[in-house]
């Protein structure tokens, strides 16, 4: 019998103190075999409950993480396949298993009829700049902290106008560029402070401006769920802090390659690249006057 086993043979089911989107998938768990809630579309992440005895969780293959007390969290990237299999296994016998349809998104797509500029072939001294920068967003993602901030209902991290949808996409004469891989909050003016949309832990804080995304800060919300924050003019934390959801990490600006200010927020989860739209309110609307 694992640790699981043993919390949930202790207060059965019928918990008290549950979340509310816990209690639901405790309603449910009789009928479905994952309880998962969430929305099964692309960039969009679903939270689930093993089935008692779970000795491995895989989805399309690929173990996922499950929490001491039986929850995880699966997520969809921009461009994932309309079916996904969530499977849970005993140590020696397969205990369920479910296909998830995952739901198109569509995309805002602009066709452009000009050509994609080739990249300028990038300096010695950049690209090595540049591979060091990467080698340290590379190792943020891959910390690994324990953060509960996955289980909860996020916040905006600033209100503000959306200037900049995830997912968005220019096509040149036909050729696709980058997509957008971030929610951009357009402020109006630098030095807006701005809050941490979840808990978490602070796994880079990039006082030196990098090249792109200027001053960089970002989060480990547990469970390979990410979050970061580009072009910030300044970070009120340091890496290894823990923050709470809420409290003033840093003030939005317009560092690295960026127009004019605002903050630029992705979500990841593992290397699924997600919508932080899909996992907030709807953005309030500025008051007036
Ligand atoms: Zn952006």
Known sequence: MDRRDLIRGAC??????????????LAQQETLPFGLTGQPVQGGALRGLAPLGTHQLTLDGKAVPIAGDGTFLIAFDRDAAPKAELAAAAADHLLASSVIAVSPRAWRIEHVPVHLRPPAVPSADFAQRRAAELAQIRAARA???????????????????????????????????????????????????????????VTLAAEAAFSLEGRLLMLDHGMGLNSAFLHCAELAVRAGEAVRQGQVIGRIGATGRATGPHLHWSMMWRDSRLDAELFVPPMPQPSKG
């Open 12 to 25: 059965g089911l019928a918990a008290l103190a549950v979340p509310g989107w816990r209690r639901g998938l």
């Open 143 to 201: 910390a690994g902290h324990s953060s509960d901030g996955w289980r909860q209902a996020m916040i905006w991290p600033a209100v503000g106008r959306l200037s900049g949808r995830f997912g968005a996409q220019r096509v040149y004469n036909g050729t696709p560029g980058a997509y957008h891989s971030g929610t951009d909050i357009a402020t109006g003016t630098a030095g807006t402070p701005f809050v941490a949309p979840a808990d978490g832990v």
